[in-house]
Every structure is written in C-alpha cells, then in structure tokens.
C-alpha cells in the first residue's frame, strides 16, 4: 500500500498446504467430488494412525482399537472431516510425523 | 504357595523384575484354568485366549475389523460430506487452489476499473481469505 498501484491487487492470506491437496485431488479426481473426499480419507487414515501410534505407546491391540473408534467417532473430527478446511489435513500430518518419531 | 515357586525356580533370578512379573502372572493364569479333576493321560483343548493360535486369529479378526470400520467410516463421510464452499474458510482455500490452475496468485481487483472508483474503496471488493497487497 506503499503507492496507488499496489492497492488494486490482492493476495490470499491462507497457507499453501491445504491447497495443494486439493490440487492434488482436483487433478485424480476433477473439481466436482475431488477437493471433498480429501479430508473423509485423511479422517480414515488418520484413525489408522492413531491405532499404529497407541500399539507402538504399547497399548494393547483391543485398546489400540478403542482409541482409533474413539478418534472416529468425535463429533469434532465428523464434522471437520466433512467440510473443506485444513484441520483434519494437519491432523493427519501430524499424527504421521509422531508415528515416525 | 506362590506361582514362582510352583515353576520350580525364582524368574527373578534369570530376568528382568519387569518380565519376570510378567512371566509370575501368565503362569498363574494358566494354572488357573487347569481344571481340578485333571488326571494323567487327559488332555486339555486349547481354547483359552493363551493359546498362540486363538491369539493370532483375534488379532487378524481385529485388524479386519479396524479395516472394515475406517472403509465404512470413509464411505459414510464421504457420502454427507459437503460438496460445496462456504464462508471464508473452505472458499478461500477453494479460490487459492483455483488460482493454482489459472495464474496469477496476485490478482488485480477488476471493480476499481469496472466502476471508475478510487483505490481506496478497494477494501469492499476484496473476498474473504484475501488481502490487499
């Protein structure tokens, strides 16, 4: 906003991450359906995730289970998870980076 | 009498306290399902959840089960997912994936020309999720 010129222009103020996925899906999947099944899958995986991680916290498998329905089930995680926005998305990333810790 | 002695030495001796505890505990669960009337030459079917075999075959029934739930899980919400934009959320990360197919990221706000106006006014125009520059 230094001079005229610069106030007629506009730049998103969202990160790049979440884009890119839908990106990503808009190219395998096309715009219709492609941006929306992101974050049902990532949901999914994301439950996944949590199984692998309470096994390897050394939980047993019937408890590993539990925690990942429990995930699932979240009313919070349902209905991010249904929507267009980043949360499940970093969710997913971070519980992916704890599991490789 | 305690289990340890009932295995005929002391686990504490060759272990760690932590598995040797674990070891103290199994064999008494397993010597509780020896039944009473147990006599030489019988048999016991091994249908306890000790058995290596049963455990295997829970554990896989688990698994599948796991897998069956989060394909479930991803069909039910991918079917009431919303298939639309909304607010400034959802719609400025749509708007930024769209200017990833049609360039530029940094776009120039077409009503200051349209309607003659001054650039001042050109906050009114600008969608949420966006910025000035």
């Known amino acids: 906003m230094k001079d005229g010129n610069t106030t007629r222009v506009m730049l998103p103020i969202y990160p790049i991450g979440f884009p890119l996925h839908e990106a990503l899906a808009v190219i395998v999947a096309g715009w219709q359906i492609g941006p929306f099944l992101i974050n049902p899958l990532l949901a ?5 995730l949590l199984f692998r991680i309470a096994l390897l916290l050394g939980l047993s498998r019937l408890l590993a289970f539990a925690a990942a329905v429990v995930m699932a ?7 991010m998870a249904m929507q267009a926005v980043s949360d499940v998305t970093a969710t997913f990333w971070a519980l992916l980076l704890i ?3 | 009498v305690g289990c340890g002695r009932l295995l005929g030495l002391s686990s504490t001796d060759i272990l760690p306290a932590e598995i040797a505890t674990r070891v103290r505990k199994r064999s008494c669960r397993q ?7 147990l006599q030489p030459g019988m048999r016991i079917a091994p249908t306890s959840a000790s058995d290596p075999q049963s455990r295997i075959t829970r554990s896989s029934a688990l698994f599948a089960g796991l897998i069956l739930f989060l394909l479930a899980y991803f069909v039910v919400l991918g079917k009431h997912a919303s ?3 909304s607010g400034s ?6 708007n930024l994936t769209r200017s990833f197919f049609n360039p530029p990221v940094r776009q ?5 020309d349209t309607f003659g106006l001054h650039e001042s006014t050109s906050w009114a125009f600008i ?3 966006y910025t000035r520059s």
């Not at chain 1, 999914?44 to 996944?48: D, F, T, V």
């Not at chain 2, 010597?31 to 009337?37: G, I, Y």
């Open chain 1, 44 to 48: 999914s995986l994301s439950c996944w």
């Open chain 1, 73 to 79: 089930v979240n009313p919070t995680m349902i209905y």
């Open chain 1, 99 to 101: 599991g490789l810790l």
């Open chain 2, 31 to 37: 010597l509780e399902r020896v039944p009473a009337n």
């Open chain 2, 83 to 85: 298939y639309s934009v």
């Open chain 2, 89 to 94: 959320d959802s719609s400025g990360y749509a």
């Open chain 2, 108 to 112: 120039v706000i077409p009503e200051i």
């Open chain 2, 127 to 129: 969608p949420l999720a």
